[in-house]
């Protein structure tokens, strides 16, 4: 009994969080600028916030994570950081050679007010950005919004510091695909060649956070946006925008800059999420859905059918970040299992609105929470009192799950106690199957494993 302080009782709480279901912002924004090829992440603040950012990525995707800082010391945060800022733009460059240099800020920057536009134009100024190299920033203030958040500024960021106007529309498809994996990533791209539509993604971690062992060590790996891609996306066609949490203030901000017509769309997790990709896309880029891509939903139905009647009446509970709750949660429903509870630390109004658009009739805001008290231990205390069949979400549920010998999908960030999920996508037709199967295991298997002798089948 790990958590054997969890009360059944649920009292109204309004400063207390136990167990958040969020993460920090910086390693949101430090995961988006990983997806630009030749970008060095820069944390501008102390070197334990830079360090933690590192560690939560390099412990998920099991790839190291390069990083820099401005060191902020106890001078630092009463006089500000520019010092320290133009000190490590200099080093950076000289040092490091990235392309582009992402700079986000820190709850303790943030609160004493660093100005880092005005320090961009300063290091301008002072000619310490070489000729050709670029920098980019966002603001992360910790103590609102989560790591999704930090995500969104940061590609909000790309576009803003890097994307190019032009009358001149090229036939490109812009996809930002939120923050999924690289293998998700990789995944979308495939869909996308298989309906010969050409696309500039943005960020595109394939090929940085999970590079091949070749025996020599790249700084900085093939993989990702280029710098030039990046100025183009200003001239495609239109955007797609994967996840409203994620993806659509950069999208919003394309339209508005350089007048590029945003979609903005759910993540295409699941059989209806991915439908509504295949169908956007072959709308916005004029194109057929070949039979292959029909053909491969065609095996997702057909899987489906096969397992419904073990998923039937399964109830789930969700929790971690906003765009693959709501996704995810449609994809129970389509599967005709019950989404019981819905939790994310990531605060936003709007998902409700997304989640009663995709539940329909499953629609029970009783059993939604979102926001700083929406965290762990008050799902902990719903499963107590209405048990689940299923917990999908991140690592941090593995004491519930343990505690109350409910089994857990490990899905989304972060996953600290597996390997291997940055390597299979769960997005798209191909991705729904083994979500499919990795659920109907898990049922099998405690099925099996809790069968008295005379119900211990061979066939199930
Ligand atoms: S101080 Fe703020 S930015 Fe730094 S690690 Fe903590 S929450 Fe994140």
Redesign the pocket.
Same mark, same amino acid.
């Given at each position: 009994m790990l958590l054997r302080h969890t009360t059944k009782e649920i009292k109204p709480r309004s400063a207390l969080t136990i167990n958040p279901a969020k *993460? =920090?912002?910086?390693?949101g924004a430090m995961y988006a600028a990983l997806g630009i090829h030749g970008c060095l992440p820069h944390?501008h603040?102390?070197q334990?916030?830079c360090a933690?950012?590192r560690s939560a990525l390099t412990r998920h995707y099991k790839e190291p994570v390069m990083a820099a800082t401005s060191s902020f010391t106890e001078g630092s945060s009463v006089f500000g950081g520019q010092a320290n800022m133009l000190q490590a733009i200099n080093n950076i460059f000289t040092v490091y050679d990235p392309e582009v240099i992402a700079i986000h800020? *820190? =709850?303790?920057s943030e609160t004493i007010g660093d100005d880092l536009s005005q320090m961009k134009k300063k290091a301008f100024d002072d000619g310490i950005i070489p000729e050709g190299k670029e920098i980019i920033f966002c603001n992360?203030?910790?103590?609102v919004g989560a790591h999704p958040n930090g995500f969104s500024n940061m590609v909000k960021g790309m576009v803003d510091g890097l994307c190019e106007p032009s009358d001149d529309k090229l036939r490109t498809v812009n996809i930002i695909p939120g923050w999924v994996e690289p293998s998700d990533m990789r995944e979308i791209k495939r869909y996308c060649a298989e309906m010969g539509v050409e696309i500039i993604m943005f960020p595109d971690t394939s090929g940085i956070l999970d590079t091949p062992q070749t025996g020599k060590r790249d700084f900085y790996p093939k993989g990702g946006c280029t710098v030039a891609e990046l100025r183009e996306a200003g001239s495609s066609q239109a955007t797609i925008a994967m996840g409203p949490t994620c993806s659509g203030a950069a999208a919003r901000s394309l339209d508005v800059k350089c007048k590029v017509t945003p979609e903005i769309i759910e993540l295409p997790i699941g059989l209806s999420a991915t439908d509504k990709f295949i169908n956007t896309l072959r709308k916005v880029a004029g194109v057929a859905v070949p039979e292959s891509v029909t053909d491969e939903r065609g095996r997702l139905v057909d899987l489906i059918t096969d397992m419904h009647q073990y998923f039937y009446g399964k109830r789930v509970a969700l929790y971690g970040d906003p765009d693959q709750l709501v996704s995810l949660a449609q994809f129970i429903v389509d599967l005709d299992m019950i989404p019981a509870y819905i939790v994310t630390g990531t605060p936003g109004k709007k998902l409700l609105k997304r989640l009663k658009a995709v539940l329909g009739d499953k629609y029970n805001e009783d059993n939604i929470a979102i926001g700083q008290q929406a965290d762990m231990f008050l799902m902990h205390q719903w499963i107590k009192n209405n048990p689940v069949d299923l917990m999908i979400g991140n690592t941090y549920g593995k004491y519930i799950s343990r505690d109350e010998n409910i089994p857990l999908l490990r899905h989304g960030f972060p996953i600290y106690d597996r390997i291997g999920h940055s390597y299979f996508p769960t997005v798209g037709y191909a991705g729904a199957i083994r979500l499919c199967e990795k659920m109907l295991d898990i049922f099998m298997s405690k099925q099996d494993n809790e069968s008295p002798e005379e119900k211990f089948e061979l066939v199930l």
């Open positions: *993460t =920090c912002q910086p390693i944390s603040g102390s334990g916030c933690y950012h800020t *820190t =709850c303790l992360t203030p910790s103590y």
